[in-house]
Each structure stands twice: as structure tokens, then as C-alpha cells.
């Protein structure tokens, strides 16, 4: 699997951020099928850092409505990557 294809965005909400800065950890959303090794090693090399742990949940999807039509939004997967001190990641100013 391509490294692109692994991890599908950054996660850039308020507590990422300050998630970010208190505890140097970074979030995703990554491939449902990738594993924690392959979230390092695509961190690791698209980024060029150092990875400490990695650490996923698979989101449940919600039901939505319009009108009186139900659906349902995609299950994912989200990575919490916690990089090696010394190491960071500015998403803002690659």
C-alpha cells in the first residue's frame, strides 16, 4: 500500500492542537486496513521524523438524517501518532 493511500488527512481540530503541544502527538485519519507499523513507517518517511507509538481507533459512523430519510456516514479509522522528542510536525507550513 502507497503511503498516500495510508493516511488519508490530518486531524486539525482544538484538542489535536493542543494535544500537539502538551504531549507531542499528531492525529489522522488513515486507511481502514493499515496496520500501526505501516501508519510509522508512512509518518516516518513522508514527514522524515521519529515515531514513538502509535496508537488507532476505528470511528463508528453516525446516522444522519434529511428529512425522513436516514443514512449513515462511513465507519474510519484515526491514528494517534506520538513522535520522539526533538521531533515535530507543523501541518501549516509544509
Known sequence: MNIY????????????????DAKNVISFEVDRSA???????????????????????NVAGKLKRVGRHYGKRSNWKKAYVTLKEGNNVDFFEI
Open 5 to 20: 493511500d495510508i493516511l488519508k488527512k490530518p486531524l486539525v481540530t482544538e484538542k489535536t492542537t493542543l494535544e500537539k
Open 35 to 57: 496496520n500501526k507499523i505501516e501508519i510509522k513507517n508512512a509518518v516516518e518517511k513522508l514527514f522524515k521524523v521519529e515515531v514513538s507509538e502509535v496508537n488507532t481507533v
